[in-house]
């Protein structure tokens, strides 16, 4: 079984690049599974762990997790009051604007409407000579985004609402798209990672920041669309 790459660790939390395709742990809207990262990230350390937060599956990058319930109860209050900092990394459909802000509520599974604001910066822009529909060529952004609220699928959802919705991303996002990336680059991951956060230790008050590597896809992606990051 392949281990988890470690990203940070102290005495009370570890952060892990979760890889594309992991689910977090069991839930009601996670269906089956064969692994996950809370069983994969214990078996390898050999001591029980608690996830602070949750990424979407198909989402990759970092995941953080505590090492005892004081500090879980402490981080998951953080990431409940939206203290902590998160920046993601996103290829998306079309040529999005130099820089924006989505704020567009959102409707969850007990059908309650909650307030949801996405910041956004494009990075690079890239034009293939692919005919795509009505359309010559096709195009893409690589965006930085920064969730400054923390709905299920707020990235995914809010991207497909401003029409820019994110490279395999289902079912959120444009399945024609998705079926021309798997045909011609033999590519099925979602072009989401999550790519670093940053909060105040409990401790000490200290600034504490946790970066993840980009995933072999999403390189692969970037190299393709010739970009250079």
Known sequence: MDELEIIYRDD???????????????????????????????NQLGQRVHPCHRIDRKTGGVLLFSLNSEYNSLMQQQF????????????????????GIIDYPLTNDSGKTQEAITEYKTLQRAELNIPFGKFETSRYSLVEVFPQTGRMHQIRKHFAHILHPIIGDRPHGC?????????????????LHAQ????????????????????????RMIQMMGWEY
């Open 12 to 42: 009370n939390l570890i952060a892990i690049n979760k890889p594309h395709g992991l689910l977090v742990h069991r839930s009601e809207y996670s269906g089956i599974a064969d692994e996950y990262a809370v069983q994969k990230l214990r």
């Open 80 to 99: 409940a009051t939206n203290e902590i900092k998160k920046k993601y990394l996103a290829i998306v459909r079309g040529f999005t604007e130099d820089s």
């Open 175 to 191: 399945n024609k798209q998705n079926r021309m990336f798997k045909e011609k680059f033999n590519m099925t991951t979602m072009m």
């Open 196 to 219: 670093e956060i940053s909060f105040k230790y409990p401790a000490t008050n200290e600034e504490i920041k946790i970066q993840a590597d980009l995933q072999s896809e999403f390189q």
